[in-house]
């Protein structure tokens, strides 16, 4: 594996510091991210006269903002370092800070065209995520000097072209009718697989840092069986607990409601709760409910093999319901936005 680290587009932190002229921020990142945070945080205060405090609670994306916490805090702004989008600031005090990795993907590219060509895969979608933002045209363009009919979709809300979420995949379906597969640019397994859930286009991986290309399906498949079972096993549940996220970009206490409304008239006993992480251990500290729905982020529900009872996602959820009604369980992926 090569030796590559994200790296952090500190010019943009100047521009925005020399522009705002704060007293004092706050800075958040990736956990992977948060030991660089430290000297960054120095060499704010020491150029900027600006006082700084690292936020250190988890930061999945740019759902885990913390304007609320800002106000608290007392700080004028909050810099999320390395969850980009296609828009500079998010409420009031959020900006944005790209984080990108500093590879190259001519070899596994390479790789993936050998790959689609021999599949007679053609046309292929690019779709990515933030950290290899600047690389996807790029990409485009050695695909198609390879031979390979390459493109990406457009994007809906703030996300640049081809850029997918976890729980977003727009970019991918935008252009689904018109392409055969997909190429994944990146290490992210969860984002490879979603594409391919989503669109049921073969999705190939290709990782610069292992120089691999992966096809996702055999996993797809496997993850797809695993959530299709946490759907049945709810089905049992007299009691189920439904969860609405404290965090602010994974809020969606209407989604959580519809459910609730909907579980009871169906005969289900349901209880409310709320928190900020969704954690096996938390979930332990209540004995008496059978199953939990969780309308905060798909990956806490689908991504974790540590619940000891059905965890379901917003999207499982609908299923369950078509599930008690009798109905077909339908498509629980075919989606653009899985919360
Ligand atoms: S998948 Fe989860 S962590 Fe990622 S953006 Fe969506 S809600 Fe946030």
């Not at 002229?21 to 120095?42: C, H, N, W, Y």
Request: with cysteine; net charge negative.
């Amino acid at each position: 594996m090569l030796d590559v680290s994200l790296v952090i587009r500190e010019e943009q932190i100047d521009k925005i510091l020399s522009q705002e002229r704060p007293k004092r921020i706050g800075l958040e990142a990736p956990d992977g991210l948060l030991s660089a945070l430290v000297p960054l945080a120095k060499r704010i205060e020491e150029r900027y006269g600006v006082e700084t405090v690292i936020l250190l609670d988890h930061t999945w994306g740019t759902c885990d903002l913390v304007n609320f916490d800002a106000k608290r805090l007392g700080v004028d702004l909050v810099l999320n370092i390395g969850h980009s989008i296609g828009v500079e600031k998010l409420g009031r005090y959020t900006y944005l800070i790209d984080a990108e990795y500093d590879v190259d993907f001519g070899q596994v590219l390479e790789h993936a065209a050998a790959v689609i060509k021999r599949k007679n895969l053609e046309p292929v979608g690019v779709v990515t995520i933030s950290n290899h933002k600047s690389y996807i045209m790029e990409a485009i363009h050695r695909l198609q000097k390879l031979g390979i009919d390459a493109r990406k979709g457009e994007a809906e809300g703030a996300l640049f072209d081809g850029q997918v979420f976890g729980c977003n995949f727009h970019s991918a379906r935008n252009i689904a009718k018109d392409v055969n597969s997909f190429i994944f640019l990146g290490q992210s397994r969860f984002h490879a697989m979603g594409v391919y859930l989503a669109t049921r286009r073969p999705t190939f991986m290709a990782d610069p840092f292992f120089n691999e290309v992966v096809d996702v399906k055999p996993e797809g498949d496997k993850f797809e069986r695993k959530a299709i079972l946490s759907i049945y096993k709810a089905k049992d549940a007299n009691t189920i607990g439904i969860i609405t996220s404290l965090k602010e970009g994974q809020f969606f206490r209407s989604q959580a409601y519809k459910v609730k409304s909907d579980l009871e008239s169906l005969g289900r006993n349901v209880v409310m709760f709320s928190l900020r992480e969704i954690t096996a251990e938390r979930l332990q500290a209540i004995r008496n409910v059978d199953a939990f729905i969780e309308t905060a982020c798909p990956r806490v529900a689908m991504d974790n093999e540590n619940f000891d009872r059905p965890v379901l996602s917003y999207q499982q959820a609908l299923g369950l319901i078509r599930l008690i009604k009798g109905e077909d369980l339908g498509d629980i992926f075919d989606y653009s936005f899985w919360v």
